[in-house]
């Protein structure tokens, strides 16, 4: 390495101190935003998406990353999620039709990918390509027997199948149904749909095919992987809320039924064997394999609206989504409930990022 590469190294560490992670390699970073947590702010129609970044060790925060690298850059409207790939990571603007390219690192802009998108929402990666949910078209809204207006779901919605070598579209798989959150395990593709279908979509890659779907019941949103099996977060109105088990290996269904006291449960993650959710701006847990759920929270934040939630690392992350017009705040919490940051982030935080 010559001594002016030696030098520029040096002088990054000493300027951006990056903070330990799993792997040890705090002492060599990537770059500025190696070692710490992407936080996404969705915007909204005129002002667009943002993202910020806090260290691991919390000590270092910057509110709009992508503007401080790119400048002027438009990140898009209605920012909606994060995927990584190598030294690479997309952030999908579903409101404009564009997934960003940068750096995870230092955030540089790498390249746009702007066709065979529709309303994207969620991507994953396999073997080189990128597969992203897309809403198309939206559905009107419908009622049912309740008189509660919902959103009936449209038949529309695809996955776009992005080569990341080129960084450019390939073709889809029509769905025939509505797209929302997306999974990758074993070379198959899991989707939930959202509001009133009542299937976990199926899809295989190398086939590029519709498989026979998993009936798990309605408003089906967040969901995870842990030892072979799908954890299932829904909340359909009117009924109760539950978290659905499907077990890959033959596709049996269990499900864990809410009391009525957790009505509108919101958002689950999974950490070390253990299933995060919540209710209102209230976090529960219980291991992966208990049959009934708690119902004694373990914190409970100021947050009005929570609109992000993840936990990684000893810590939950919370985020509210204020008024959507205005920069709103994020809360990182041990695990027992203490609150150890508060911060001012974006417009509309939609999302955690861990860039470990």
């Known amino acids: 390495m010559k001594l002016t590469k030696l030098f520029l190294l040096a002088l990054s560490v000493s300027l951006f101190v990056s903070c330990s992670n799993d792997d040890d390699d705090s002492n060599n970073p990537k770059g500025v935003y190696d070692n710490g947590v992407f936080i996404l702010n969705e915007g909204n129609s005129t002002s667009g998406g943002s993202v910020s970044f806090v260290s691991d060790d919390l000590s270092i925060f910057e509110q709009s990353v992508y503007s401080a690298v790119n400048g002027s850059d438009f990140i898009g409207q ?43 929402r969620y991507g994953v990666v396999k073997n080189g390509k990128a ?18 207006a919902v959103i009936t779901g449209n038949t529309d919605d695809y996955v776009a199948i992005i080569n990341l ?20 395990e074993n070379g198959k593709l899991y989707i939930t749909e959202p509001y009133t279908s009542n299937k976990l979509l199926v899809v295989n890659i190398a086939t590029k095919t519709l498989e026979t779907p998993v009936v798990i019941g309605s408003s089906a949103d967040s969901i995870e992987e842990e030892d072979g099996v799908l954890y299932i977060l829904r909340s359909p109105f009117g ?93 990182i919490y041990s695990l027992t409930g203490t609150l150890e940051k508060e911060l001012t982030v974006g417009i509309g935080p939609n999302g955690f990022y861990f860039n470990d």
């Open 131 to 148: 597969y992203v949910t897309n809403a198309n078209t939206y559905a009107p809204y419908g009622k049912p027997a309740d008189d509660a």
């Open 165 to 184: 070598a080129t960084n450019k579209f390939e073709s889809k798989i029509d769905l025939n149904g509505t797209a929302n959150r997306i999974l990758e």
């Open 239 to 331: 009924s109760r809320s539950e978290i659905v088990k499907v077990k890959l290996s033959d596709k049996s269904v269990s499900k864990i039924t809410f009391p009525e006291a957790l009505d509108g449960a919101g958002y689950l993650d999974i950490e070390d064997d253990k299933i995060y959710y919540t209710v209102g701006s209230s976090v529960y847990t219980i291991n992966t394999n208990a049959t009934t759920a708690s119902t004694t929270a373990i914190l409970t934040s100021p947050i009005a609206n929570l609109y992000g939630f993840a936990v990684n690392d000893n810590r939950i992350y919370l985020s509210d989504s204020g008024d959507y017009k205005t920069n709103s705040k994020a809360y």
């Open 78 to 120: 209605f920012v909606q999620n994060i995927f990584f790939d190598g030294d690479k990571a997309y952030i999908i603007a579903g409101g404009s039709n564009v997934i960003n390219v940068v750096n995870r690192y230092t955030f540089k802009l790498v390249a746009k990918i702007d066709s065979g998108l529709k309303n994207p």
